[in-house]
């Protein structure tokens, strides 16, 4: 799922300063699951933009409300479900909630109530952790199902940096080196001869770096 924090106060008061109708709106996607946008943290934050407002000597109408998800053209037209009761939207879904909204509404005011952070997991209560940085180009399969691409820092594909410290990652020893844990995996599973295998040099061209990507499924469009 995607993973996000909200952002500090401060600064979604400083996007809401000049705003006297604001709709807090959460999703009930992923950002629900990590307990960053759901309705708890909308209700959370509306009640902290009145109490910030109301130390600045403004008061301000606060609306709070969650759509099904902010990533669906279909969702985003429950935002008529507030019509004519805000003046701009801090959005607590990830950022592509905010995009959508910026898409379909050219005339709304949207602003970000969180900081999209990765595509991850929950390790443990309260803990998540990037898992995959959607490279667009899978190798999970050659490397015991753990993502070289997001979890190593140097994003390396042929077995470890030299740097690499009993199994702790040399850039933060707080995390496993991810070569170490792919290599003891594999050799767990039976698949130590993977470790030789040279990978070819990667086509980066499926990742994020060169302008927007699009997914087109012939089978869906209509
Ligand atoms: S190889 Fe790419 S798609 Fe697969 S988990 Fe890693 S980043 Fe995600
Ligand atoms: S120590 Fe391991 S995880 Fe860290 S940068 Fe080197 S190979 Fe990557």
Request: aromatic content about 4%; some cysteine.
């Amino acid at each position: 799922m995607i993973i996000a924090e909200r952002k500090p106060i401060n600064e979604i008061m400083e996007m809401v300063k000049d705003v006297k109708r604001v709709l807090v709106l959460g999703c009930k996607g992923c950002v629900t699951v990590c307990s960053a946008g759901g309705e708890r943290e909308v209700e959370i934050l509306a009640s902290l933009i009145r109490l910030g407002a109301n130390k600045q000597g403004r008061t301000v109408e606060v609306t709070d409300g969650a759509l099904v998800r902010q990533c669906d053209k279909e969702y985003i037209d429950g935002l008529d479900n507030w019509k004519g009761k805000y003046d701009a939207i801090v959005s607590m879904a990830c950022g592509v909630g905010v995009n959508f909204i910026a898409n379909l509404r050219p005339e709304t005011i949207v602003y970000p109530g969180v900081n999209t952070s990765f595509l991850g997991g929950s390790a443990e209560q309260g803990v998540w952790s990037e898992q995959c940085a959607g490279c667009g180009n899978c190798i999970l399969h050659l490397t015991g199902g753990l993502c070289p691409v997001a979890r190593c820092a140097k994003s390396l594909m042929n077995g470890p940096c030299g740097g690499s410290q009993g199994g702790r990652c040399e850039i933060n020893p707080d995390v496993n080196c991810i070569w170490q844990s792919i290599h003891d995996r594999l050799e767990r599973t039976g698949k130590k001869e993977d470790m030789l295998r040279v990978a070819p040099i990667r086509d980066w061209s499926t990742a994020g770096h060169g302008g927007p990507r699009k997914v087109v499924r012939d089978d869906l469009t209509v």
